[in-house]
């Protein structure tokens, strides 16, 4: 099994709610990331994790709480986001950090109403 | 279909031909560089990858070249097919173990058959 899956594939949500989207691997990573990417624009490091720790927060606003429960997992919980969070936010894993392959998600288009 | 050096957004080709795809990196502490494929509503698909030792990699229809001297990275796609049309990116890591990747803006590949 090679895949990442994102749940859900999409999000509509307003501002003042509290979401999550969910992430999953079965390749016993124990590196994971997450990525926002606007429309036509490269993907941009927001979070990663290497076994289970916080590894690269990349000044990424409060209002992004990322979790990771075990190995397999990989949250984002989101609350009081604005209309320019707005993006597709990818999921991916490594093999361990110093591994530079990364296996990507389908992502979650999420947006902010 | 190419234009030599030159990073271009887009970049459409006939079917059969050859592609060229540039990208300008930023870094020149940057020791390995991956080229990734994103298709329409999928996340990025690792391509091919090389160290900075290297000046050239060659994989099944697709060869990456290295130029270190002017931090240049280019993706060759043989016989281009219509499957190959997406977005690619190149991505730098210069912070070794860190699990870090900075993506270069893509570049859209259109394949008429």
């Known amino acids: 099994d090679t895949e990442v899956t994102q749940t859900p594939k999409h999000l509509v949500m307003g501002m003042t709610n509290k979401k999550s989207l969910k992430c999953e691997q079965h390749?016993?990573?124990?590196?994971m990331y997450w990525y926002k990417q606007k429309a036509k624009k490269p993907p941009e490091l927001m979070f990663v994790y290497s076994y289970e720790k916080l590894s690269i927060n990349e000044s990424v606003p409060s209002r992004f709480s990322p979790e990771c429960p075990n190995s397999s997992l990989l949250n984002l919980h989101l609350h009081a986001l604005q209309p320019e969070d707005s993006a597709l936010y990818l999921c991916a894993s490594s093999q361990g950090l110093g591994s530079y392959e990364q296996y990507f998600g389908p992502g979650t288009r999420l947006t902010v109403t | 279909g190419e234009s030599v050096g030159l990073h271009l957004p887009t970049l459409s080709v006939q079917e059969g031909d050859n592609s060229i795809i540039n990208c300008a990196y930023s870094n020149s502490a940057s020791d390995y560089f991956i080229w990734y494929k994103q298709e329409s509503g999928k996340g990025p698909q690792f391509i091919i990858d090389i160290r900075s030792n290297m000046d050239k990699r060659q994989g099944q229809r697709v060869t990456v070249l290295l130029n270190k001297t002017v931090k240049h990275l280019s993706l060759q796609i043989a016989a281009t097919q219509p499957g190959d049309s997406a977005v690619y990116f190149c991505a730098e890591i210069w912070n070794t173990n860190a699990g870090k990747s900075t993506f270069g803006d893509g570049t859209t590949l259109t394949v008429k058959p």
């Open positions: 390749m016993g990573h124990r590196a």
